[in-house]
């Protein structure tokens, strides 16, 4: 089985209502995907959002990326994934999403083409549901208090408070009454986005440190390690890592500095699912802890290819965040499977799933 065709599409994808940020509000998905055709006549799909703020990575980026790598990788072995990634590497420095598109591709298709998930395809399955994070991201505070009434009344277990969005005081007073409402017995976080200082940061966890926050992500910028390990110093609420994790080495920096106790493990900062599915055995080696995360917002290609993952790896202690839930229009035939606040893991061949090319071409952007 050798890889025929390599096509890269850029897609933007309306959303529900924009989500607000630290740094920006969304309110379209630019994406990147992916369709490889074996000489045999086999299809598989990837795909990666596009995070300029997180990898540097924009949609035309992503594309151009990928037409670039394709006649290089074109006639290959599609059942050689290592091989092929290898050879990506060799001739584009980083790119980690673009990258990471070819290889949930492939993986798709080695999936289809022996009958196997790809949960098989990565190690062994584990477990077939699972809690979906559940974002409060309105910046406002009576909005995000109806927002979390809403999610938990509806069977969410878990939760992620967008913060950085104001000053720390302010974004802590927020978080506390979220807290209040969703009360005990389920996992919420909050996620600054590298918006605040060290200094910041501390006076945000030392304001909410008696609330029922579970972790606090990304506090500060993703380089500053010495800042993380400030901030984690200060706080009873473990510390995250995401911006600032992009290879198995951040994960061994952050352990060894004591600046995080866990990290958002991302096809597109990794460069793909079998790194994500690596790092998350490293995670356990370490005693770390585990979020799996797809960007705001992928659709349920990449959910589909996340919750693969999450199927596969030894813990996932800190949930899953997809994306897929805040797009007004997905792009398969069939949606994911979703029921109070969990996500069913696709059993099918590859990812398991039917993507729907009528609105690929739909929603395709012209690079």
């Not at 992620?160 to 978080?175: M, Q, S």
């Amino acid at each position: 089985m050798k890889i025929k065709h390599i096509e890269a599409i850029a897609v933007s994808l309306p959303m529900l209502k924009p989500v607000r940020m630290s740094f920006e509000e969304v309110r379209s998905a630019n994406n990147a995907l992916v369709r490889i055709e074996t000489d045999d006549g086999i299809v598989g799909w990837g795909e990666a959002a596009s995070a300029p703020t997180m990898t540097g990575e924009t949609m035309a980026g992503m594309v151009a990326a990928i037409r670039y790598l394709a006649p290089l990788l074109e006639g290959m072995p599609a059942d050689d994934i290592a091989a092929v990634m290898t050879r990506a590497e060799r001739y584009l420095h980083a790119n980690h999403a673009a990258k990471s598109t070819l290889e949930m591709a492939l993986y798709d298709a080695l999936g289809r083409a022996t009958g196997k998930p790809v949960f098989d395809l990565l190690g062994a399955k584990r477990r077939g549901r699972v809690p979906v994070l559940r974002m409060i991201g309105t910046g406002s505070t009576a909005s995000d208090i109806a927002e979390a009434q809403r999610s938990k009344a509806g069977g969410f277990v878990a939760f992620k408070i967008k913060v950085g969005v104001a000053e720390p005081l302010e974004d802590a007073d927020r978080t506390r009454k979220v807290c209040d409402v969703l009360g005990d017995g389920v996992l919420i976080c909050a996620d600054a986005n590298q918006a605040w200082s060290a200094e910041q940061a501390v006076v945000y966890v030392r304001a909410v440190e008696n609330t029922a926050l579970d972790f606090f992500e990304q506090p500060v910028a993703g380089h500053d390690l010495e800042g993380m390990a400030k901030v984690a110093a200060a706080s009873r609420i473990s510390i995250g890592c995401d911006e600032g994790l992009h290879s198995m080495e951040d994960l061994r920096r952050h352990h060894a500095a004591r600046a995080a106790r866990g990290g958002s493990l991302k096809t597109i900062k990794l460069g793909g699912m079998k790194p994500v599915y690596d790092a998350a055995l490293l995670c356990e080696e370490l005693g770390m802890k585990i979020n799996l995360a797809c960007k705001i917002a992928e659709s349920s290609i990449a959910a589909a290819a996340m919750l693969h993952i999450a199927a596969a790896i030894p813990s996932m202690d800190w949930g899953i965040s997809l994306s897929n839930q805040y797009l007004k229009d997905d792009l398969l035939l069939q949606p994911l499977v979703f029921a109070k606040g969990h996500a069913e893991v696709p059993t099918g061949p590859g990812l398991g799933i039917e993507v729907d090319e009528a609105k690929v071409r739909k929603y395709a952007q012209k690079i």
